[in-house]
């Protein structure tokens, strides 16, 4: 975050979710001086209520199985920033949908936030590409792609 407000000095920053790192966050404000800048929103059964008024969307997870937050954030029509692991690059394709970075890495968290704030035409086509990526992992969607790989393999053992 400091990197961020030295070129953007009135940013803020929203984290939703509840967890164990909530008092270590609560330090972090507090030693870096960002309480002014910085939220803990906590648990909120709406987060679309939220994305909604973000220029970007970051998640910094270590670990994900699928992120479904991610396509929340695209739904929401919000730029994605999001680490490369686990089910996430199902999810977000580099340069395209969104931006991949390397865990545990707030320097590139950082630049890719920096880099999305610096060309809003670029993060228009993450805008763009994620509300396609969206649509792709709709339920009905993946319920017809279901049935149709189901039904090809029906068709393969007959």
């Not at 509840?18 to 966050?25: H, I, Q």
């Not at 960002?34 to 059964?45: E, K, M």
């Not at 679309?48 to 929401?76: N, Q, R």
């Amino acid at each position: 975050m400091p990197e961020i407000l030295a070129k953007y000095p009135h940013a803020t920053l929203e984290i939703i979710g509840e967890g164990e790192e909530r008092e270590a966050l609560k330090s972090q404000i507090t030693n870096h001086k960002l309480q002014r800048h910085v939220t803990l929103l906590g648990r909120r059964d709406h987060p679309e209520d939220y994305l909604k008024k973000w220029d970007v969307f970051v998640l910094p997870s270590i670990s994900e199985t699928f992120g479904i937050t991610i396509l929340e954030a695209m739904a929401a029509q919000v730029p994605v920033v999001a680490t490369k692991v686990g089910g996430v690059t199902d999810i977000v394709s580099d340069g395209k949908n969104g931006k991949l970075i390397k865990p545990k890495s707030s320097s590139e968290i950082a630049a890719a936030i920096l880099d999305i704030l610096d060309h809003p035409a670029e993060a228009a086509k993450f805008v763009r590409s994620g509300k396609d990526t969206v649509k792709e992992h709709d339920w009905s969607e993946v319920i017809k792609q279901v049935e149709k790989l189901y039904q090809g393999l029906a068709k393969e053992k007959f």
